[in-house]
């Protein structure tokens, strides 16, 4: 694969093969970063100005539709994302593919429950919902576990794409992370959510075009898709419908398509990130309908993700770049692939890293914005209600630019831990499952009450650490150290997005596990499943044991439709039968006095 380079394009360095951008290159690059820079500046200087914490942090609630969505889905493909999945095709198969199947559900439950609790309520923080629904003290808890998650996140994020792209390319490594980390901030902190959703809208159409060059460019030199298909096929990377309900299996048909549901349930249901953008537009309908018109963009991602592996297996087969050593790891192969595929055409390559780090700068801007939010909603304006608007506007600038600066310190404190890093990224799934558990506490369950809601957080945090933790340590006890062969990669929240990493796991038949060891191999895909469920039966089981406590209008009447067969005055007694439309002007009140 190296004979195409000219010896000023490639040179060796320790056994890995450095491949060098062309002017055109970096151009493409600098502009990407230019453009993020500029949306910002524009939205600084036009509008309102960003005068007030309406506008800066919900966009005076005016999105529309497509903004939305396309921020949505820009937020949801991170730049772990567009690096792992090919890796994941690449090495395990196209089982990967089925987590598809989730994406329904895991945006059909936001559409019609979440987003019409968040939006009749007129939040501009999620975690204003837990004080209306149990207590202060549940909405700081919730709060605190959010922004622990998204500080650990952010760093990572921003440092594992520029880490590949210096092992691969040669770019300076800090050089990328400042670049990177300093526009993120400057356009955050300048134009707001609105910056920030349209800024998404042009890096996420970055995404799509540098994805597509790869695979056109790579298919076209393999022989044609068809070609590629069957050299996946003689490969065994084509995966059938795998069955099997065993829930410690990595990858099944349900791990994706049942487990994905919870994930995606905790990154578009409850994330702020992603619960902001619904709250930013300006009708309910508008933003219903940004949840299904992300279905299909997100299908579409999901397939370029997968096509970019199969062009790469079609490309190496499996003599690959990781096992001649041209890399270190399986996220610097896609680059490394990406550079061999388009060194002898200028200017795609800089695509694609503009792609790349696209996905990164979408994640990084929402992590801000919404830690901002949540930070002047949740932990300061209570405490200082005569706040003047423009002292509490200035005040989120503020916070935008002290949490892009933790950024930057984060992606310091992520060279430095080695092989811990996988352990990072694992604490931002783990956390997710717990926070999912939490809203759904609150939104379905009528005599759920404070103390089981921070009772039943603790739980699943609890065992969520427990098994991530028992989970990693067991590994490195199997295998001596812990060797990052095969990669997962999911964003919920922030995020974000779930980012969740994990050790390769022999291909040949394994002994059946018992006991701990069971227990610490659960798959990772069930992590949020596992872990809200012990939110919700801990916190059930401690309300029944204390008392009922409810607000009106705060609980979405599921039971009450499920439970339909039973007389009223049961279903009164069990749950919240009365439409949320009927008790919204009630809770409306009590909102505004939380301001």
Not at 101 to 126: D, E, K, N, Q
Not at 441 to 468: E, K, Q, T
């Amino acid at each position: 694969c190296v004979k195409h380079y000219s010896a000023a394009n490639l040179h060796n360095v320790n056994g890995a093969l450095i491949m060098h951008f062309s002017t055109v290159d970096y151009v493409i690059f600098t502009l990407l970063l230019v453009a993020s820079a500029g949306i910002g500046v524009f939205y600084a200087f036009s509008g309102g100005r960003q005068r007030t914490t309406q506008e800066f942090l919900l966009a005076d609630r005016s999105m529309t539709c497509l903004p939305v969505s396309l921020s949505l889905l820009a937020t949801f493909q991170s730049a772990v994302a567009i690096l792992g999945a090919p890796s994941e095709i690449y090495t395990h198969g196209t089982q990967y593919w089925f987590l598809g199947c989730s994406y329904f559900l895991g945006l059909l439950i936001p559409a019609h429950i979440f987003i019409p609790v968040f939006y009749r309520l007129r939040l501009a923080s999620t975690y204003e919902y837990l004080e209306l629904r149990f207590s202060k003290s549940v909405r700081i808890c919730g709060t605190v576990t959010f922004i622990f998650q998204m500080v650990i996140y952010m760093g990572v994020v921003l440092y594992a794409p520029a880490l590949a792209l210096n092992a691969v390319t040669g770019i300076d490594l800090w050089g990328a992370v400042l670049a990177m980390g300093l526009v993120c901030t400057l356009y955050t902190t300048l134009g707001g959510l609105k910056a920030v959703i349209w800024t998404d809208v042009f890096q996420t159409i970055v995404m799509f075009a540098g994805q597509l060059a790869v695979i056109v460019v790579g298919a076209h030199q393999a022989g044609g898709v068809a070609e590629v298909w069957r050299r996946a096929q003689n490969g065994s990377r084509i995966s059938g419908l795998e069955l099997n309900p065993d829930p410690l299996e990595r990858h099944t048909f349900w791990t994706l398509s049942v487990g994905g549901v919870f994930l995606m349930l905790a990154l578009y249901g409850v994330n702020q990130a992603q619960v902001q953008r619904y709250l930013s537009s300006r009708t309910e309908n508008e933003a219903i309908m940004s949840c299904y018109v992300v279905f299909p963009c997100q299908q579409i991602v999901l397939a370029l993700g997968c096509l970019m592996g199969l062009v790469m297996y079609s490309r190496y087969g499996e003599d690959s770049p990781l096992d001649k050593g041209y890399v270190q790891t399986n996220d610097q192969m896609v680059l490394y692939f990406v550079m061999d595929v388009l060194q002898d055409l200028p200017g795609l390559p800089g695509l694609f890293v503009a792609c790349l780090f696209s996905g990164a700068l979408s994640t990084i801007s929402s992590a801000f914005n919404s830690l901002a939010t949540v930070t002047m909603e949740d932990l300061i304006k209570p405490h200082f209600p005569a706040m003047t608007e423009a002292r509490a506007t200035l005040l989120s600038k503020g916070l935008a630019l002290g949490y892009g600066l933790v950024c930057l310190a984060m992606a310091y404190i992520a060279s430095l831990m080695g092989s811990v890093l996988q352990a990072a990224l694992s604490i931002f799934g783990m956390i997710g499952g717990p926070l999912l558990g939490l809203f759904c506490l609150g939104m379905f369950f009528p005599w759920a009450n404070s103390i089981g809601a921070v009772m039943g957080l603790a739980a699943g945090l609890l065992m969520a650490f427990w098994i991530g933790i028992g989970n990693f340590v067991s590994r490195m006890q199997t295998h001596g150290v812990p060797i990052l062969n095969g990669t997962a990669i999911l964003d919920t929240a922030n995020a974000t997005t779930v980012v969740m990493t994990t050790l390769v796991t022999s291909l040949t038949t394994k002994p059946r596990l018992t006991g701990l060891k069971a227990f610490y191999s659960l798959s990772y895909m069930w992590y949020s499943a596992h872990n809200s469920a012990t939110v919700v039966v801990v916190g059930l089981v401690v309300s029944l044991l204390t008392g009922k406590d409810l607000t009106p209008g705060t609980v979405y009447p599921v039971l009450g439709t499920l439970l339909f067969f039973l007389p009223e005055r049961y279903r009164e007694k069990l749950c919240c039968v009365t439409p949320l439309e009927d008790k919204v002007t009630q809770t409306q009140t009590i909102t505004s006095t939380l301001h």
